[in-house]
């Protein structure tokens, strides 16, 4: 095997500007990669059942955006700490690099097995990740669509200085405003954790409210929806308003959709705040406060001086989260990577202070 | 001159109200519990007429689920997107700071001498039992330009 | 109000009008429907008897009550108690004298589609047509309308098309912004071509119910959250048609979105362009980057409009968008969101773009001869 490919570093990263990573995609090679990490009943149903962990196809392996081609092999990117080190860590300097394990325990119908898996996997993470190296952070992964065993395992893994965020797929059996998830977001404030909303996700219900797509990539396009409507219920039942220290990022969901969904959820709020008596903030205020995003996929247009005009009108320069989406092939060159026409003051929050103070994150080294 | 007499109290009961025309504006006069209010019959927002909306009550919460209704009628909802507003000070609800309606005030005043009074039944052949009736015609007068 | 001046009338592109009655509707049913063999199945042997006893059947348990009565206006109730926009001279007069509406494009929003039962939903459809011009079309010379069609059944769509496709005060085919399956798929094709036979735009005004959720990630509590959800069709649709190839297949095919809002539209080409240029070994079939399909394919009408913070972000959109000459004003009559002629545009909007909006983006699509009305105003 060779050694894993290193990404080339943006140039335009001004000098000594600090990077954290906010996306960085990692999964168990196979099921066997979790057996350390799993009681003997769940060994024994993963070895001997059809049951070989949970099924998504938000990524399917051969589709263009999946896999940069330059990190193509076997074992796929993002199975192993030395290929995030190699292609990510070291070629960009990352001070931290928020880890993403997108494993969709939703899909999972067995309870237990829900939340065996996903104490599995966060037990794996802490293992073989967030204890080896000190520039990585994590996401809880939970039983999402339990929301009473999802707060059992944030409660429980919550506390492990690696972590820092929970970690929801964004398509859900129903929106994560909805009260039955309650214990899910409450769990989080409780352990300081951000509730991260993450592409994918397999809940059974159709990507869309007009059914299911037939091709790849319109379940692509049509994801960024989902993000709306996750952020509508958040917002209309209340979530921001009950829980004050609530912070929600939205991953991999694209940003430029921003403007003209709060543009019409502020309308349909000033004659209809009424439903919604305890949404005292006018959304465009509430999102502003609590609600950060990640920078890829970047869906701005290709005109620098109309992406511009975009970032202004969603103040870019401090609600986006620099990330890489290792190892999805989202951009071409590494500069691409880069929001265009950002002042150098405005680069240094997006590629690093957001971050950090969204999250939280300790200064490391420079600045 | 700036001040007009819109009505006499007994036109406008508790929880009614008048829509009148005074220089060329027109306005929405309401009784709140025998408190009258005015307030410009046209909406901020696109200019719908404001005062043939419904009245409502404030509805404020501390909590998902919690709902706190009070001082019923006392505010008015527009009849086309249902922007909320106080009768009484013409403030939105959504944001009373920079979005209103303008307020006028309503005095009482007496009513001026020499008012016709009502035109009565001709006694005829049944006998009906009546009731003396006070009558309130006190003028309500808005103030333009106070 | 009824003294505008002519040279500032305009048309309206989205006017729901309604029967009076549930029975006035019934009375249009086809007649071929009033008798019918029993079949397995079904207990009524007429659609008639059929909407009697079981009435109207769609997909329970996603309803989401309107804000206000018949989702309209406090005011647009008529002085004899019919409901909003059911009573033709009240409509003349609250919305076509009052505005200047030189023509109003009536949308009947009465369920023919969504129905279970697809053969009732088209002997609805019919009896809605019907209906329309005899009750809207024939007394008043400025409306015109959708072919109403239940559309999830395409040679039945397709049939009530070609009975009606004739009449020229038909511009478009009504469908709704939530369908069974995506609108790209292959189930609508038929209906698509007939379209383009009939040189008929497809209206796809916001509603429908597809037995999904108004999210892709299941039911909200709330009806805030069902009004601006539709967005997110409105997304999908577009996606859908675009991406998979009904514009390759059918590049002369016309859509208007209705009542779905255009902000977002904006947004939507960016991101389809940039998954299309990565994803297009999926797709070979879509050749020309997505934005370009949007542009000359689709069309979309103002309300509910956008109300961006500042005028100077509206200007952006405009420029964003590029579109400028497909946007079509329209006021949602008689609903609650209905969007004022004179103030729902933003102030300081160059007169010619206004004038496009306002009507001549309009009078272009859907082949409007304004000449007979403006004669018959003078004199």
């Known amino acids: ?367 | 001159m700036a001040s007009h007499v819109v009505a006499t109290v007994d036109e406008i009961p508790p929880g009614g109200r008048k829509i009148v025309d005074i220089a060329g504006r027109s306005i929405g006069v309401f009784n709140i519990g025998g408190e009258f209010v005015a307030i410009r019959n046209r909406c901020p927002h696109q200019g719908g007429p404001l005062c043939r909306g419904t009245l409502v009550g404030a509805v404020e919460s501390s909590s998902p689920g919690v709902y706190h209704y009070s001082r019923a009628g006392e505010l008015i909802r527009c009849p086309w997107h249902r922007w909320e507003f106080d009768l009484r000070t013409g403030r939105s609800w959504f944001d009373p700071a920079r979005t209103r309606v303008r307020s006028y005030p309503v005095t009482v005043a007496d009513a001026g001498a020499g008012e016709p009074p009502r035109p009565g039944l001709r006694p005829g052949p049944y006998t009906l039992e009546t009731y003396p009736v006070a009558v309130d015609r006190r003028e309500l007068v808005i103030d333009l330009d106070p | 109000m009824a003294d505008v001046r002519r040279a500032e009338w305009i048309v309206d592109c989205d006017v729901h009008n309604a029967p009076v009655s549930d029975s006035a509707l019934r009375a249009y049913l086809p007649a071929e429907w009033r008798a019918r063999r029993d079949t397995v199945g079904y207990l009524a042997t007429a659609w008639q008897q059929y909407r009697e006893n079981l009435g109207d059947r769609s997909y329970m348990g996603a309803e989401y009550p309107r804000p206000t009565p018949r989702a309209s206006r406090v005011d647009a109730w008529p002085p004899s108690g019919n409901p909003p926009a059911s009573d033709l001279d009240f409509t003349r007069s609250q919305l076509l004298d009052s505005w200047n509406v030189a023509f109003g494009v009536l949308n009947p929003l009465l369920g023919a589609a969504e129905q279970l039962n697809d053969e009732y939903g088209a002997a609805l459809a019919s009896a809605i047509n019907d209906w329309q011009i005899a009750e809207w079309l024939d007394p008043e010379p400025r409306f015109r309308a959708s072919i109403c069609v239940a559309y999830e059944d395409a040679d039945l769509a397709v049939a009530e098309v070609q009975r009606v496709a004739g009449d020229p005060r038909f511009c478009q085919i009504q469908m709704l912004s939530r369908t069974r399956e995506p609108m790209g798929r292959r189930r609508y094709w038929k209906l698509y071509e007939a379209a383009v036979t009939h040189d008929l735009p497809i209206g796809v005004h916001y509603g429908g119910w597809g037995g999904h959720p108004i999210t892709g990630a299941g039911y909200p509590s709330f009806y805030i959250e069902d009004s601006g959800g539709m967005a997110t069709a409105f997304q999908a649709q577009v996606t859908s048609l675009v991406l998979e190839g009904v514009f390759e297949r059918f590049p002369t095919l016309k859509v208007v979105l209705i009542e779905g809002g255009f902000a977002w539209l904006a947004p939507l080409m960016w991101r389809m362009d940039r998954a299309w240029k990565r994803l297009r070994a999926e797709v070979p079939d879509i050749t020309r980057p997505p934005s370009e399909v949007i542009r000359s394919n689709i069309w979309f009408t103002t309300q509910p409009m956008e109300e961006p913070p500042t005028p100077a972000d509206f200007e952006t959109l405009l420029g964003h968008l590029d579109m400028s000459d497909r946007i079509m004003f329209s006021t949602d009559y008689p609903h609650w969101d209905f969007d004022s002629p004179t103030q729902a545009l933003p102030p300081g909007l160059d007169a010619e773009m206004r004038r496009r909006i306002m009507r001549e983006n309009a009078v272009a699509l859907y082949g409007l001869d304004p000449q007979p009305q403006l004669e018959a105003a003078v004199g």
């Open chain 1, 1 to 367: 095997m060779s050694a894993p490919a290193a990404l080339g570093r943006p140039a335009g990263i001004p000098d000594g500007a600090a990077v954290i990573d906010c996306d960085v995609h990692i999964a168990p090679a196979s099921p066997e990669a979790l057996f350390p990490y799993l009681p003997d009943y769940w060994r024994e149903v993963l070895s001997t059942t059809q049951f070989r962990g949970p099924t998504d196809t938000a990524y399917p392996p051969g589709a263009a955006t999946s896999v940069r081609p330059e990190l193509a092999g076997d074992p796929p990117a993002g199975s192993t700490l030395e290929q995030v080190q190699r292609s990510v860590l070291e070629p960009w300097r990352t001070e931290h690099a928020i880890l993403t394990c997108l494993y969709a325990v939703e899909s999972v119908h067995n309870p237990d097995a829900a939340a065996a898996l996903a104490s599995a996997v966060n037990d794996w993470q802490i293992a073989e990740w967030l204890d080896r190296d000190p520039r990585l952070r994590g996401s809880v992964v939970v039983a999402s669509a339990l929301p009473a065993l999802a707060a059992a395992e944030i409660d429980r893994v919550g506390g492990h200085p690696g972590f820092v965020q929970v970690l929801l797929p964004v398509r859900s059996l129903m929106p994560y405003g909805n009260r039955n998830h309650l214990p899910t977001l409450e769990a989080a404030v409780r352990s300081g954790l951000a509730v991260g909303l993450h592409f994918g996700g397999a809940s059974g219900n159709a990507p869309t409210s007009t059914g299911w797509p037939t091709r790849y990539v319109e379940e692509y396009v049509d994801m960024a929806s989902v993000f709306q409507s996750q952020l509508m219920s958040l917002v209309a039942e209340g979530a921001f308003d009950r829980l004050e220290g609530l912070r929600v990022v939205l991953l991999e969901g694209g940003f430029a959709w921003l403007p003209a969904f709060l543009w019409r959820f502020d309308r349909l709020w000033r004659g209809l705040r009424r439903e919604i008596p305890w949404a005292t903030r006018s959304p465009s205020v509430t999102i502003r406060e609590q609600v950060r995003l990640t920078t890829q996929p970047m869906d701005g247009p290709t005109d620098p001086a109309a992406f511009g005009r975009l970032l202004a009108q969603m103040d870019g320069d401090q609600v986006l989260l620099f990330a890489s989406d290792y190892p999805h092939n989202q951009y071409d060159t590494a500069d691409e990577a880069l929001l265009p026409g950002l002042g150098e003051a405005a680069l240094r929050r997006v590629l690093a202070g957001n971050a950090r103070t969204f999250y939280g994150l300790e200064v490391d080294g420079d600045g």
